[in-house]
């Protein structure tokens, strides 16, 4: 079955260093998303990108923040300068078909330490 | 804010009894509605979704009910196993016309052997 990939799957960094996570959605999907979640919380929406644009974003995407697909099997998401409550688990997830009411597939997750 | 949210942090069952997950939701503007299962170290995993012209929606051992009235959504399994502990999270549409998933907190079902 196709799965979403991330790498790494943990990600040790300092304060005020820049860190870029690695994902690569389903291959015939054209919705992607990043996502994070901090330890014991829920899922919280961070990003979505259709057409090589964002598309929607939550007040958590702030200027540090950025998202791009260099390429047409990767979707990257960038933090600038890591601030310590940075650290928490990033999921990417990617959908099939046009903007609506698709299922998300998500993949394993990178776990960001920011110390 | 609107906002999912769910009755039960923690539930701890029997393996083989059957397990109601709750969940509450105050969007009224929400069209569509899934659960999602996260198993220790994993992403979320689609389970089975809902929209909201139906009020019932049967997959394998799972059963979602939507109570619009109410703003109320329910996941039941079926016999449950062990590998059915993992965290459980209803989303919804976020309404108004985003299609972006919005999570609750999350049920931990524990299963028992």
């Known amino acids: 079955e196709p799965e979403v990939t991330q790498t790494p799957s943990h990600q040790v960094t300092q304060m005020g260093q820049e860190v870029i996570l690695r994902c690569v959605p389903i291959s015939n999907h054209l919705y992607f998303y990043w996502y994070r979640q901090i330890l014991g919380q829920k899922v919280e929406f961070l990003v979505s990108f259709y057409n090589n644009e964002i598309s929607e974003k939550s007040e958590i995407f702030d200027d540090q923040f950025s998202v791009e697909r260099p390429d047409g099997s990767n979707f990257t998401l960038k933090i600038r300068s890591t601030k310590l409550e940075d650290s928490a688990m990033y999921f990417c997830?990617?959908?099939?078909?046009?903007?609506?009411?698709?299922?998300?597939?998500f993949g394993s997750g990178t776990q960001l330490s920011v110390l | 804010g609107e906002s999912v949210g769910l009755h039960l942090p923690t539930l701890s069952v029997q393996e083989g009894d059957n397990s109601i997950i709750n969940c509450a939701y105050s969007?009224?503007?929400?069209?569509?509605f899934i659960w999602y299962k996260q198993e220790s170290g994993k992403g979320p995993q689609f389970i089975i979704d809902i929209r909201s012209n139906m009020d019932k929606r049967q997959g394998q051992r799972v059963t979602v009910l939507l109570n619009k009235t109410v703003k109320h959504l329910s996941l039941q399994i079926a016999a449950t196993q062990p590998g059915d502990s993992a965290v459980y999270f209803c989303a919804e549409d976020a309404g108004g016309g985003s299609y972006i998933p919005t999570f609750g907190r999350g049920t931990s079902l524990i299963v028992h052997p």
């Open positions: 969007n009224s503007a929400s069209d569509y």
């Open positions: 997830a990617s959908s099939l078909g046009t903007k609506g009411l698709e299922k998300l597939f």
